[in-house]
Every structure is written in structure tokens, then in C-alpha cells.
């Protein structure tokens, strides 16, 4: 990795493109050269490198036309170059080398400044995740160690405050109750049967607990929506809050996601809590393979959500407490069995692409406010079969954007006629065989064929469909 040798490198490199006058890079290269020979100056106790750093550092202003005198540090210059190696960000040579100049420089800082010690920590185990991403080989080192020195910087911030936590740098998932979603079941298409059936399953049971106890029905646990993408499982969602009347908590499952230790549960904890603070709500987990995917399959670091989100729903006693938890996912296959059994999300609904009907209901209602010229919308309908909910909104604005462009040009306005929708449609490829090809492979690979029954039955539907086509 970094040492002197890169060390002397970016400091000749440097001088080349000084007198070749790339002065950006030429102090870019300084301050690279400056913050390894602080670190090397810590690691070999030897001053000498001291000296260096700050020849390096006095090039990368002069280059500028800055003047600096006095000598510096090793911490004070070590900040100074990290400081100004951040304006460089994007361009990072030597990441591994900038990020161990800055634990370093927070370790020096503890005593003195813990405050900007923890901050700098923070920053550190920040580019270290980032690091993680970029390299899967070294993913387990890289987050060992940022979730060290992130667990310090949480020690350093506990010990600045009695009682609370500053939280302030540490990354919260934003749990807040959405107000703004005015969806209703009217501006979903179609799906007739399947809106009875959530309102049978789903809304009344959450209205009225007890008439549904009364029946002896099982009322606990939560529903998991599975079926292709852009199908309309979120458009459910946030239309049966509504219908609820109830706080609605729309969580992007991988936004409660964290690599550091503990957050994960932290977070999810901190959502229940909300959620009962502000009942009747509903929780609804969006993406939720991000979340509740199979821990056999997932790494060790990322298996304690799917068992925090088991404690927090054994703990729900559906009797006092009147918080549905709702799920979607386009992977039903990869989320874990322990999250599918009884009490949890042991209810499962399929949402399936829309039929005619709803095809049709679709296209009214997003062009019924829009000028349009003799629409035949039965053979929209026709020419739309297998297509999902969004290809056919993705269609119905190609189709809008073709006179609206000419319009712009021409300063005349037309109306969307057929043809502009013969265009859109021809150029719009639906992924939903794919997704069926792919569901059907999965959950025959994992004998999941009982739990999710209407998926395989609508799979082999739609492969029949397409060996006769
Ligand atoms: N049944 C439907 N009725 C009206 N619009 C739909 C329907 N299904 C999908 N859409 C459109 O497609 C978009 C994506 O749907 P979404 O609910 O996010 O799908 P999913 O959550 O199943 O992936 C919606 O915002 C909406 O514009
Ligand atoms: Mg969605």
C-alpha cells in the first residue's frame, strides 16, 4: 500500500507537472505527498518525514501563489492537508492513505478536541464504507474497522453529553409519518377482486378488530404483497392507509439498512416506536428483500434486521396495539421463511400485472386530463396485453411528449392522437416475462411452489401464452 516510496512519487510527479504547469494536479500530488509523510512521520517516530510534509505542503500552496511561514505540526498539518485534500474529492489517489492520516489525526485529537476526534472518526468510517463498496475483496476489513472506530466516536460524543446522545453525524433513518399521500382506491386501475379482497383482509380487520375476533379470525401479523415490479404494490399500499385512516409510515427498506453494528436494529426499533406513539398506523416496507432477505444467504453483518424485525413483531400484542405492518416485494423467493411463518407476514397477496379491464381504467385515468383526439382505448388495451402498470404510464407520457415536443418547436398545439400512442407502444419493451421466467426459476429451485401458488400459477399462464405467440 502507501508508504514513503508513494510518497516521494507523488511528490516528484508533482514537481513535473509544476513546471509543465498543471499547477492543479501538480498541488493535488503535494498534499497527497504532505498527508503521507505526517502518517510516516507518526508511524516511524522520526521527525525527519516532518520535514518533508512540510516542504511538500509549502510547494502546494506556492504553486497557488499562497504564502505559508511558519512550520507546522504534525497534527495541525495533517488537518490542514486533509482539509484541503477534501476540495480534490472524486479524485482520490491514495484513499486507503487519506482515511488512516485521518484516524490518526482523530487519535491525537481525543484528549485535546474529543469533539472534532469524533468527527473525524465519523468522516473516516464514512470513506471506509465507501472504500467497501469499491472493493468487495477487502469488504469484511474495511467494515471491521469502520465500525471500530465508529463505535469510538460514538464513546467520544456520549461522553461530551450527560445523558443523550449528540446525535449529530451519526446517519438516522428518516422514520417520519408521511401526510401528504392522497392515493385512493379510485386512482388505482382495475384489480376489482383484489380490492375487495384487501378490504376484506386488510382494512375492515384494522377498523374493527373485533367483529373479526368475534369470527374467531387471526388477526395478527402482517401482509406480505408480492408480484412483478410496476404492478402497483406501493400504489396499494398508500391508498389502504388512506382507506385505513391511519398514520403512514412508507419505509424504503434499504434506508433502514446500516453497515455498522447495531444501527440496523436501532433503526427499526426507532420505527416501531413511532409507529405506536402515532397509532392507528400502518408500517409499510417497501423493497422488502433489502430487509427481511433470507439470512442464509445474506452476509453476517446484515442478518441481525430480519431478527430485530421478529422481536419487534413477537412483541406486538394485536390487541392493544393497532399497527398493520404491510410489505412488498418483487422477490418473494429471497425473504427469509422465519418472516413468512404465522403472526408475521403470514398473509400473502399477489399482485399481478393488470388484466384488460384494468389496462383500459389505466389509461383513462392517466390521460383523462390530458387533450387527446379520437383514442380507440380497447386497442390500446389489446395492444397492451403483458404490460405492467408502469409500461403503461411510461407509454402514455412517450406518447404525450411527442406533440408536446413539436408544439415547443412549431409554437402550434396539437392533440394526442393514435398515432402518437402506436409509436409510444411500439417502442416500450415490458421486462414481465422476464420477471416470470425468473420467479418461476426461483421458486421452484427453493420448492417454494405452495407458499406462492398464484405466482406459478400466472407463470406457466404467461409462458403459455408466449409459446403461442
Ligand atoms: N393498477 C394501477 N393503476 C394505476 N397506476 C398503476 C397501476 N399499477 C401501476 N401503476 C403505475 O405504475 C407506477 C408504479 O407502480 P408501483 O405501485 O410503484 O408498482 P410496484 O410497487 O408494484 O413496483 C405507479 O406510480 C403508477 O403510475
Ligand atoms: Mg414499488
Known amino acids: 500500500m502507501c508508504d514513503k516510496k508513494d510518497a516521494r512519487r507523488h511528490m516528484e510527479l508533482a514537481k513535473l507537472q509544476e513546471t509543465q504547469g498543471d499547477l492543479h494536479n501538480a498541488r493535488k500530488n503535494y498534499l497527497e505527498a504532505a498527508s503521507i509523510f505526517v502518517l510516516e512521520a507518526e508511524v516511524n517516530r522520526d521527525d525527519a518525514f516532518l520535514k518533508d510534509a512540510n516542504d511538500c505542503y509549502r510547494r502546494s500552496k506556492a504553486v497557488l501563489g499562497e504564502s505559508v511561514h511558519q512550520e507546522l505540526g504534525k497534527t495541525e498539518l495533517a488537518k490542514r492537508t486533509i482539509v484541503e485534500l477534501e476540495e480534490f474529492e472524486g479524485d482520490n489517489m491514495c484513499g486507503e492513505h487519506r482515511i488512516t492520516t485521518m484516524i490518526e489525526l482523530a487519535k491525537r485529537q481525543e484528549k485535546n478536541d474529543p469533539k472534532e476526534a469524533a468527527n473525524n472518526y465519523l468522516k473516516a468510517a464514512d470513506m471506509l464504507l465507501k472504500e467497501s463498496y469499491n472493493d468487495k475483496k477487502r469488504e469484511e476489513e474495511y467494515l471491521s474497522v469502520a465500525n471500530k472506530i465508529y463505535t469510538r ?56 378488530p373485533d367483529l373479526f375476533r368475534h369470527y374467531g379470525k387471526n388477526i395478527g401479523g402482517g401482509i ?84 430485530q424485525l421478529l422481536t419487534e413483531m413477537d412483541g406486538m400484542d394485536s390487541k392493544e396495539q393497532q399497527i398493520l405492518l404491510l410489505a412488498a416485494t418483487n422477490e418473494p423467493w429471497s425473504i427469509d421463511p422465519a418472516l413468512r411463518r404465522e403472526g408475521r407476514f403470514g398473509r400473502t397477496l399477489f399482485i399481478p400485472q393488470p388484466d384488460a379491464e384494468a389496462r383500459k381504467h389505466i389509461f383513462s385515468l392517466i390521460m383523462s386530463r390530458r387533450p387527446t383526439k379520437e383514442i380507440d382505448y380497447a386497442k390500446l388495451t389489446e395492444a397492451t396485453d403483458g404490460f405492467t402498470g408502469a409500461d403503461i404510464k411510461a407509454a402514455c407520457e412517450m406518447a404525450t411528449d411527442i406533440p408536446l415536443r413539436e408544439s415547443l418547436k412549431t409554437k402550434k398545439r396539437r392533440k394526442i392522437t393514435m398515432d402518437d400512442f402506436n409509436l409510444a407502444i411500439s417502442g416500450t419493451r415490458s421486462i414481465l416475462t422476464q420477471w416470470y421466467a425468473k420467479a418461476q426459476e426461483q421458486v421452484k429451485k427453493k420448492k417454494l411452489e405452495g407458499s406462492f401458488a398464484e405466482l406459478v400459477t400466472a407463470a406457466s399462464q404467461m409462458v403459455k401464452i408466449e409459446m403461442i405467440a
Open 153 to 208: 466516536a460514538k464513546e467520544l460524543k456520549a461522553l461530551q453529553t450527560e445523558g443523550g446522545i449528540d446525535e449529530a453525524g451519526f446517519k438516522q433513518a428518516d422514520v417520519v409519518a408521511k401526510k401528504d399521500n392522497k392515493i385512493t382506491f379510485a386512482d388505482i386501475g382495475g384489480l376489482q377482486e383484489l380490492k375487495e379482497e384487501i378490504r376484506f383482509k386488510i382494512i375492515e380487520p384494522f377498523k374493527d
Open 224 to 307: 406480505l404483497m408480492y408480484g412483478p415490479p410496476g404492478c402497483g404494490k406501493s400504489l396499494i399500499a398508500m391508498a389502504t392507509a388512506n382507506e385505513a385512516h391511519a398514520t403512514f409510515f412508507h419505509v424504503k427498506s434499504s434506508d433502514l439498512k446500516s453497515k455498522f453494528v447495531g444501527e440496523t436494529e436501532k433503526n427499526i426499533a426507532e420505527l416501531f416506536k413511532k409507529a405506536r406513539e402515532k397509532q392507528p398506523s400502518i408500517i409499510f416496507f417497501d423493497e422488502f428483500e433489502a430487509l427481511g432477505g433470507d439470512r442464509s444467504e445474506s452476509h453476517s453483518h446484515e442478518r441481525s434486521a430480519v431478527a
